[in-house]
């Protein structure tokens, strides 16, 4: 076992006596990660208001939440996975899988705006067709991401 | 409008990517960070319209 030299006195004097406060990254309850995660999936940026990160909570909330109904402003539709037609090797569409994989990420904006049927009617003769269904894929993507940062600071691996 | 739409874009993706970025400790590291991530966006996104332009599909 290493034995403390002069160094170490000189660097930490007060390190045994238990008065030396690491400014490090502390992990919350299990109950406070999963909550944490579920929220910043539900809100864009509600898991960092939760964990005490307000700023990037606000940013993440206006940027994410703006992206997609800014795509929803420009004709962009919601996808919903939906049945190939045969022949195919698998049952359901997979782009419409991987579309609706995307869009759902952000949360309740998805499931909102699909409750009151915004963006079930497709246009997609409108000129910003695809500029919103890229928006409302941009946002669900970027909200996954942001999950995966709130669980690392619940998990204090991040500040 | 394409390009006002690919700034908009950028600025989205790098101000979530940078505020995310678990090598940025201080605000004006990701504020850098968020920088580089929009103008990469926007060069790329430049670049590759003027190289694929002469393609005819």
């Given at each position: 076992m ?7 006195n ?14 490090e990254p502390?992990p ?7 909550i944490?995660?579920?929220a910043?999936?539900?809100?864009p940026?509600?898991?960092h ?15 994410i ?9 420009l004709?962009g539709?919601?996808f ?39 963006g079930t009617?497709?246009h ?18 970027l909200?996954?991401?942001v ?12 500040r | 409008m ?6 908009l874009y950028a ?9 995310v970025?678990?090598k940025?400790?201080?605000?004006r590291?990701?504020?850098v ?5 929009f103008?990469?966006?926007l060069g790329?996104?430049?670049?590759l319209?003027?190289v694929l ?5």
């Open positions: 290493q034995t403390r030299d002069g160094l170490t000189d660097i930490a004097p007060n390190y045994s006596s238990g008065s030396f406060v690491f400014d502390r919350f309850s299990i109950p406070r990660r999963a944490a995660v579920v910043a999936w539900l809100v940026g509600a898991g208001l939760l964990l005490g990160r307000y700023g990037r909570a606000a940013l993440f909330f206006v940027s939440t703006g992206a997609f109904f800014l795509g929803l402003i004709n539709r919601l919903w996975p939906t049945v190939a037609e045969p022949p195919s090797t698998f049952h359901f569409d997979l782009i419409t899988v991987l579309w609706f994989f995307a869009q759902i990420g952000s949360g309740l904006c998805y499931l909102v705006s699909y409750a009151l049927g915004f009617n497709p997609p003769e409108a000129a910003t067709f695809e500029y919103g269904n890229t928006f409302m894929f941009l946002a669900g993507l909200n996954y991401l999950i995966h940062d709130a669980f690392d600071i619940a998990a204090g691996r991040k | 394409h390009v006002l739409m690919m700034s600025a989205i993706a790098a101000v979530v990517l940078a505020a970025d678990p940025s400790d201080t605000t590291q990701r504020l960070h968020g920088l580089k991530i103008g990469s966006f790329i996104g430049l670049l319209s003027w332009f002469p393609v005819p599909w």
